[in-house]
């Protein structure tokens, strides 16, 4: 009796996602990649693990973790940036892209979550140079696995502009994600604008070091427009694959822009709103999914 229950709840369970399938298929949008739950088999010469990095980077060693894939020889590899100040660190969309057989870097800036130094915005900029360069190095690639032919930076909110402008700047990068990318350098360029950028940085200053919200306003201030999302960043764009996604957090229409200039260039941009918050509260399945079948197409 125990056989035929267990028999008939997965046959059940089989015919259950048919029409969830047939439903997908016919409503347009594409099925959901298996990465997302399911996990791939274990192989136990090479098993999926995790390293602790230690990055140097402006005098100091910022804190990195590796979620390297399962399987013999070199993963192509992404290396994913937080936001400001990186309470939502995207971990779970991390795992997913591990799962679809990719390795995934991640760090903390200096100053920030804990690895030494000071903050500071252009110092940020200048650690996913320093990672980039960290896992391209013959005895890091060898070591992680990183198949660096195929490396590509994703960053989120402020990370999304910090991989905007690297990914400019960097030509033998595979591509680049942009999730809800804010552009600090087109926040203002004019010192009437300080109290307003003061205040928007003021909040979880606990997880940042030697810096304050008025001393970000004024690197802000300094540096705008100079590091924004100009024409010579939508150029350097155009010479990658670039996913940009967007949601109802107020950052879509600077973000559209970007990817509009990028295309006049004869980009290749792939373009995505969801409707959700800043964080992707309720659409974390559609976030992994649009990355992982982004990164997919890469092949």
């Not at 660096?148 to 502009?161: D, F, N, Q, R, Y």
């Amino acid at each position: 009796m125990r056989r035929l229950i267990v028999t008939g709840l997965v046959a059940a369970l089989a015919m259950g996602a048919l029409p969830f399938a047939a439903q997908a298929k016919a409503s347009g949008h594409p099925a959901i990649p298996a990465a997302i739950f399911t996990d791939p088999p274990a192989d136990k010469a090479h098993p999926a693990r995790m390293e602790v990095l230690h990055i140097p980077s402006g005098g100091v060693e910022i804190n990195g973790v590796a979620y390297l894939a399962g399987g013999a020889g070199v993963h192509p590899t992404v290396v994913l940036l937080h936001g400001l100040p990186g309470n939502e660190k995207n971990l779970d969309l991390a795992q997913a892209i591990r799962r679809a057989g990719w390795n995934v870097i991640t760090f903390n800036y200096r100053g920030s979550w804990g690895s030494p130094g000071s903050f500071s915005f252009e110092g940020n900029l200048a650690d996913a140079k320093a990672v980039l360069a960290y896992v391209r190095a013959p005895e890091h690639a060898k070591f992680l696995g990183v198949d660096t032919g195929k490396l590509v930076i994703a960053g989120h909110s402020m990370g999304g502009w910090v991989t905007g402008l690297t990914a400019a700047g960097d030509e033998a990068l595979a591509g680049a994600v942009m999730i809800s990318a804010a552009d600090m350098g087109g926040r203002g360029a004019v010192p009437a604008a300080k109290p307003m950028i003061a205040k928007s940085m003021a909040t979880d200053m606990e997880t940042l070091a030697n810096t304050s919200p008025e001393k970000m306003a004024d690197e802000i201030i300094g540096f705008s427009p100079r590091l924004s999302f100009n024409a010579d960043v939508a150029k350097g764009l155009s010479k990658k694959p670039v996913l940009i996604v967007t949601s109802d957090d107020g950052l879509a229409a600077m973000d559209d822009k970007l990817a509009a200039a990028v295309k006049a260039d004869g980009g290749r941009v792939t373009n995505l709103h969801l409707t959700t918050d800043h964080s992707y509260s309720d659409k974390r399945i559609a976030l992994e999914a649009a990355v992982i079948r982004w990164l997919q197409g890469l092949d």
